[in-house]
């Protein structure tokens, strides 16, 4: 085996590199600075905060309930005939003007009735004439026929006449005293008579007018059943009219959310005359009747509150609120707001009088009935806190906050009471008292 000789030339091509790594790292090494201690300082979390302020607050109850007529008219036919004529427009879903004649029966025969009644009404005005006529002339022979019997009594007690001519005098007057009691009979009778007859007259007449009927009110026409020419009984159902001037909503309405619009709530009467006739005005309800229209797009109408309705719903724990809205049909806007009509399913907001100085944070801001808070000196403050009652997304405050202070609206994981935190405005646009 052989060794090959050793080459001077590559060890001096490898030393240079290697001696100018070992300078290069002697320098860095001489200029490199010893590890030095630094100080711990205590830490601060950045949160987002609200400065509570006093507000008048409007608390609000929503309810849901379906629209209904304000009032509904069955036409019950009253007298019995042949129907002659309708009115045009007497169809299911029309509407009729209130006056315009809806249908006519055939009225002959109560026209015969009224005449037949009014000629016996006036038969009995001459009858009465009559016999107040005769009166007076019986009355007369009354008193003839009693002076006769007395002069002829006298004459017999000087036996003058007979006992049997006094005695046929007393039988003349006798006979026209009775005549003239009949005749006061007679006359007694005729006023209840005439009463009688004047009621028949009345009733007659009544046949006649409801043999043609009107609208009583706007109307839109439902359930029709009746066409021209056909015979109708009395008491037969014809058709039901909607009244179109006023709807009404039955809104079913929490016990929870009607209370909460009674806090700070002015005194109301104890009299219960008073209250139920005054309701609207005591409550203060201002209701709003919304429609959802699908993508977002809602119609309302302003509404009046009228009552309560007569029970609560035992499982549900609602009450009916009962709600109208005027004149729904003249509130039509094209392609926003549509006829308020029967049937639709609907909300119903009602807000109640504004409740002042009312402490109203998000309800988000409350956690485990505790509020985080921050002092004069920017630390961590826990608060207790009692609601009075949420809405929504807020929560009113009964106590535990008060106005000015800055409620911290960030979760702080952990929340060590103390902590100390650098405060910043929120700026969420629907926080109570914020901008």
């Given at each position: 085996?052989?060794?090959?000789?050793?080459?001077?030339?590559?060890?001096?091509?490898?030393?240079?590199?290697?001696?100018?790594?070992?300078?290069?790292?002697?320098?860095?090494?001489?200029?490199?600075?010893?590890?030095?201690?630094?100080?711990?300082?205590?830490?601060?979390?950045?949160?987002?905060?609200?400065?509570?302020?006093?507000?008048d607050f409007i608390p609000i109850a929503r309810g849901y309930g379906v629209v209904q007529p304000a009032q509904i008219w069955k036409s019950i036919a009253q007298v019995s005939g042949r129907i002659i004529s309708m009115h045009p427009r007497l169809k299911d879903g029309e509407i009729i003007p209130k006056g315009d004649v809806l249908f006519q029966i055939d009225p002959v025969d109560y026209e015969l009735n009224l005449?037949?009644?009014?000629?016996?009404?006036?038969?009995?005005?001459?009858?009465?004439?009559?016999?107040?006529?005769?009166?007076?002339?019986?009355?007369?022979?009354?008193?003839?026929?009693?002076?006769?019997?007395?002069?002829?009594?006298?004459?017999?007690?000087?036996?003058?006449v007979s006992q049997s001519s006094a005695d046929a005098a007393e039988r003349t007057m006798l006979s026209s005293t009775a005549q003239v009691q009949n005749l006061?009979?007679?006359?007694?009778?005729?006023?209840?008579?005439?009463?009688?007859?004047?009621?028949?007259?009345?009733?007659?007449?009544?046949?006649?007018?409801?043999?043609?009927?009107?609208?009583p009110f706007n109307l839109r026409i439902a359930s029709l059943t009746i066409e021209s020419d056909q015979y109708v009984t009395k008491g037969q159902l014809l058709f039901s009219g909607d009244s179109v001037d006023r709807v009404e909503i039955i809104?079913?309405?929490?016990?929870?959310?009607?209370?909460?619009?009674?806090?700070?709530?002015?005194?109301?009467?104890?009299?219960?005359?008073?209250?139920?006739?005054?309701i609207s005005t005591i409550?203060?309800?201002?209701?709003?009747?919304?429609?959802?229209?699908?993508?977002?797009?809602?119609?309302n109408w302003k509404a009046k509150f009228?009552?309560?309705?007569?029970?609560?719903?035992?499982?549900?724990?609602?009450?009916?609120?009962?709600?109208?809205?005027?004149?729904?049909?003249?509130?039509?806007?094209?392609?926003?707001?549509?006829?308020?009509?029967?049937?639709m399913f609907v909300e119903v907001e009602i807000a109640g009088y504004p409740q002042s100085d009312s402490?109203?944070?998000?309800?988000?801001?409350?956690?485990?009935?505790?509020a985080y808070t921050v002092d004069a000196e920017n630390r961590l403050e826990v608060r207790a806190?009692?609601?009075?009652?949420?809405?929504?997304?807020?929560?009113?405050?009964?106590?535990?906050?008060?106005?000015?202070?800055?409620l911290v609206l960030t979760d702080l994981i952990p929340a060590v009471k103390g902590m100390l935190l650098k405060p910043v405005k929120s700026t969420e646009a629907n926080l109570p008292g914020g901008e």
């Open positions: 085996m052989t060794t090959r000789p050793f080459n001077k030339k590559k060890i001096l091509l490898i030393l240079p590199p290697i001696i100018l790594g070992i300078v290069i790292m002697g320098i860095m090494k001489s200029g490199k600075q010893p590890p030095q201690l630094s100080e711990t300082g205590e830490p601060i979390r950045v949160v987002r905060t609200l400065q509570v302020q006093k507000t005449a037949q009644a009014e000629t016996q009404l006036a038969e009995l005005d001459v009858q009465l004439s009559n016999t107040q006529s005769s009166l007076k002339i019986e009355q007369r022979n009354l008193a003839l026929a009693t002076k006769e019997q007395q002069r002829l009594q006298k004459l017999v007690k000087k036996g003058s006061k009979n007679n006359l007694s009778l005729i006023p209840s008579q005439r009463k009688l007859q004047l009621a028949k007259v009345t009733q007659a007449q009544r046949d006649l007018d409801n043999s043609r009927v009107k609208a809104a079913q309405v929490s016990m929870s959310s009607l209370k909460n619009l009674f806090f700070n709530h002015p005194e109301t009467p104890r009299d219960i005359q008073t209250f139920s006739k005054n409550t203060g309800f201002n209701p709003t009747v919304n429609l959802d229209m699908g993508k977002g797009q809602i119609a009228l009552r309560f309705n007569d029970n609560v719903d035992s499982q549900t724990r609602t009450m009916g609120v009962v709600v109208e809205v005027d004149n729904p049909l003249q509130k039509i806007i094209p392609g926003k707001r549509p006829p308020l009509s029967k049937g402490i109203v944070v998000p309800r988000s801001s409350i956690r485990n009935a505790s806190i009692q609601k009075r009652y949420d809405q929504g997304n807020q929560s009113i405050i009964k106590n535990g906050l008060k106005d000015g202070d800055l």
